[in-house]
């Protein structure tokens, strides 16, 4: 297993130094929307003596720094592409290989996230002193980061793919992730930190798992939870992760069964 | 006139392309409802911490976004779907047949294909607006006619924009990406342009007029737009659209077609 996942890294890394400025234009995306409503942010503190409950200016930019970050390392992609492959059909070859498709797309999760990050953090510093970004973490909080961020990272990717699958059964898949999408949108932390969602909102985000893939992983860094509640969220992050890693099974196993090549 | 009709026939071809697939005609509907719904939350999610917003109340917000889901819907109706399909001719070579055709090349290059589901954003966009406009008192025929005056140059820069971005590509062929971050920076046109910091702030009015095209429209309605700024704007449009329009005529020139 180990040399199988040396040569797809060997073959992603080479596939994905041919479209360097593709990436690195793709990787944007991850910073334009934080940076818009941190802005949004910023005027609503302003408006009310430059705090609002317990962010002021510097922890909104902080925060939204970190969502930056979590964001493009807890992205998912592979609803769009499965829907295409199941569509054309090329899907088929990929099920007759002895490998099963996901470790594809792994190699290719990470390859793109390794390649985009320092181009990231170089636009992620210049936001930071743009907007005065102060981060209370403590060293402790930067070592929880680092499995926080693994399992909001495994969590939007077993997601994305448990969404994916429902391609076997509907060819296309654009709506229910548009749906999932949007979910993410209000609940992951990307509108308002979590910690600033209005009541019922708060509640969602943090039942269902749409908290953990990227608000969670974001608040720890910025360091807006104590030491604690930071492993207690880890610990439910990581439950999450299991939850949907046995989903994706059971999904796939019954999926698979219903997919037929396009004509058969 | 003769442009009307042709754009009629264009409209009605895609519609009936797009009525075909009727299933995926009420996803993308339900798309839409889903997306523009959400940011209404997104807005009322900041408004429960704050009543104004750099001089911009809830009303004045709502009429914002409303104005920002008409000029995205007016972009993904007809502009992004005919320049993608102009960038494709340019790469196939089967540009040559729009330029042999007695009608102006850039008319049917640009305004050529439709997504007809977008009016529902548009038409979405509309109710957005109008209900922030039920929270706004003021508003005189003088203002609903500055409204359409600067929507309709919001459209026009867009426009020019687009043009002269996807000019480039009789140059370097592969543009997708350059319109790719295009589209990304219009999302920023969901606020008012005045509360991006400075750098950001000029990029959106001046590179990517996102900024204007969506801002002006929304103050001009509520009447916080004075004859100045509209002329400013009016001339402005006008001046972007005859340059875009040099601009992809000069573009043209090096085009080569297939095998030239």
Same mark, same amino acid.
């Given at each position: 297993m180990i040399d199988v996942y040396r040569a797809l890294f060997v073959g992603q890394i080479q596939a994905a130094s041919q479209y360097r400025v593709q990436s690195v234009l793709w990787m944007l995306f991850s910073v334009i929307r934080p940076v818009i409503f941190l802005a949004a942010w910023v005027a609503v503190a302003n408006a009310q003596g430059g705090r609002v409950a317990s962010y002021d200016v510097r922890d909104f930019a902080a925060y939204y720094v970190a969502l930056s970050l979590v964001s493009n390392l807890a992205t998912s992609w592979n609803?769009?592409?499965? !829907?295409?492959? @199941?569509?054309?059909?090329?899907?088929?070859?990929? %099920? &007759?290989r002895p490998l099963h498709p996901i470790h594809?797309?792994?190699? !290719?999760?990470? @390859?793109?996230?390794?390649?985009?990050?320092?181009? %990231? &953090?170089?636009?992620?510093?210049?936001v930071?002193?743009?907007?005065?970004?102060?981060?209370?973490?403590t060293p402790v909080h930067l070592v929880l980061f680092v499995p926080s961020v693994i399992l909001g990272g495994s969590l939007a990717f077993l997601g994305g793919w448990?969404?994916?699958?429902?391609?076997f059964w509907t060819t296309r898949v654009h709506a229910v992730s548009t749906l999932w999408d949007r979910a993410?949108?209000?609940?992951?932390g990307q509108i308002a930190p979590l910690a600033l969602l209005p009541g019922a909102l708060q509640?969602?985000?943090?039942?269902?798992?749409?908290g953990y893939m990227r608000g969670v992983p974001a608040e720890i860094l910025q360091g807006a939870v104590d030491v604690p509640t930071a492993m207690l969220l880890i610990a439910v992050q990581a439950i999450w992760v299991a939850i949907f890693y046995a989903l994706l099974q059971v999904v796939w196993r019954v999926g698979v069964r219903q997919y037929t090549g396009v004509g058969a | 006139m003769r442009y009307l009709r042709l754009l009629a026939l264009f409209f009605r071809t895609e519609l009936q392309y797009e009525l075909e697939y009727r299933t995926n005609l009420a996803l993308e509907i339900v798309q839409i409802v889903v997306i523009i719904t959400t940011s209404v939350g997104a807005v009322l999610i900041l408004f429960n911490y704050t009543t104004v917003l750099n001089g911009w109340d809830l009303g004045a917000m709502l009429v914002l976004l409303g104005c920002f889901y008409l000029v995205q819907g007016f972009g993904e109706l007809v502009l992004q779907p005919s320049f993608e399909k102009f960038m494709e001719h340019v790469r196939l070579g089967t540009l040559d047949f729009a330029l042999l055709k007695p009608a102006s090349a850039q008319f049917l290059v640009t305004l050529r294909n439709f997504q007809v589901v977008q009016l529902g954003q548009m038409g979405l966009g509309a109710v957005v607006a109008i209900v922030g406009l039920g929270r706004i008192s003021t508003l005189g025929p003088?203002?609903?006619?500055?409204?359409?005056?600067?929507?309709?140059?919001?459209?026009?820069?867009?426009?020019?924009?687009?043009?002269?971005?996807?000019?480039?590509?009789?140059?370097?062929?592969?543009?997708?990406?350059l319109m790719a971050i295009y589209w990304s920076f219009l999302?920023?046109?969901?606020?008012?342009?005045?509360i991006y910091p400075g750098w950001l702030r000029v990029t959106l009015s001046t590179a990517v007029p996102v900024g204007v095209a969506v801002t002006l429209p929304a103050q001009a309605i509520s009447g916080r737009l004075d004859l100045f700024g509209l002329a400013v704007l009016v001339v402005g449009s006008i001046a972007a659209f005859i340059l875009s329009s040099l601009f992809w005529r000069v573009g043209l020139r090096s085009y080569t077609g297939a095998s030239a």
């Open positions: 609803a769009y592409d499965f !829907e295409f492959e @199941v569509r054309m059909g090329r899907l088929s070859p990929k %099920l &007759l594809y797309a792994v190699v !290719e999760n990470i @390859v793109w996230k390794m390649t985009t990050i320092i181009p %990231l &953090l170089i636009v992620l510093g210049f930071a002193v743009t907007f005065d970004a102060r981060f209370r973490a448990v969404i994916a699958t429902s391609a993410v949108f209000i609940f992951a509640t969602i985000a943090l039942v269902l798992p749409f | 003088g203002e609903a006619v500055a409204f359409a005056v600067a929507l309709v140059c919001g459209f026009v820069l867009i426009y020019a924009l687009l043009l002269a971005l996807s000019t480039f590509a009789f140059w370097f062929v592969r543009i997708d990406n999302d920023a046109g969901r606020f008012p342009v005045d």
